[in-house]
């Protein structure tokens, strides 16, 4: 499974970002997809997850009711739509998926098995 992630870049605060993730699987089917960022001198963090099949989606509490994140199948894309953006929220930010998470490691970096390339996202005050 080969990830690339996409569309970050320069906002200021209050403004908007949609970041992509391409996948290179035909089928997800069982897998789910998260959004995860690094902010310089801070731990990875997870940001948003979907799960393919059932579209149930997480979010951590700090991007709860400003970031939604969504799939395409028809174009196997992940999506994370981030509005009222704030200068907390930059970092470099990374697609992973994995298949059969259980809900209570979602959260979890470690339950992810496959990994693409950061996208930075920088927010300006």
């Known amino acids: 499974v080969q990830l690339q992630a996409s569309g970050g870049g320069l906002v200021q605060a209050g403004g908007s970002l949609r970041l992509s993730c391409a996948t290179s699987r035909r089928t997800f089917s069982n897998y789910v997809v998260g959004w995860f960022r690094q902010a310089p001198g801070k731990e990875r963090e997870f940001v948003a997850a979907i799960r393919w099949n059932s579209r149930y989606t997480y979010y951590s509490e700090s991007v709860k009711d400003r970031f939604t994140i969504s799939r395409d199948n028809a174009k196997d894309t992940v999506y994370l739509q981030m509005n009222n953006l704030r200068p907390e929220d930059t970092a470099l930010y990374y697609c992973?998926?994995?298949?059969?998470?259980?809900?209570?490691?979602?959260?979890?970096?470690?339950?992810?098995?496959?990994w693409g390339q950061g996208t930075l996202v920088t927010v300006s005050s």
């Open positions: 992973a998926a994995s298949d059969r998470v259980i809900t209570s490691a979602i959260r979890s970096a470690s339950a992810y098995a496959h």
